[in-house]
């Protein structure tokens, strides 16, 4: 992974943007949420920021074992 798609600047080299936090599947407990690791193997939702462009936070849905980028949408839905 060396690139993420802005949802308002277009594909950008990663060294723009700061990875923030893992975020925890779905339905987990509250326990898990605090406490329990995260990632997965096979996928993870992830926060990142846009730090050397518009500054948007996005959501990133990924494989972290190849690096794949799954989706990437602004936090909390909005459109661009």
């Known amino acids: 992974m060396n690139w993420l798609a ?12 700061v990875f923030r936090k893992t975020l925890p599947e779905a339905g987990a ?6 406490y329990e690791r995260a990632n997965r193997i096979d996928g993870s939702l992830e926060h990142w920021q846009h730090v050397h462009g518009c500054r948007a936070w996005l959501q990133v849905r990924r ?3 190849t690096g794949e980028v ?10 661009p």
């Open 29 to 34: 407990s509250e326990y898990a949420a605090v």
């Open 70 to 79: 799954r989706d990437v949408d602004l936090l909390g839905g909005a459109d």
């Open 6 to 17: 802005c949802p308002f600047c277009g594909s950008r080299e990663l060294e723009e943007f």
């Open 63 to 65: 494989n972290p074992s």
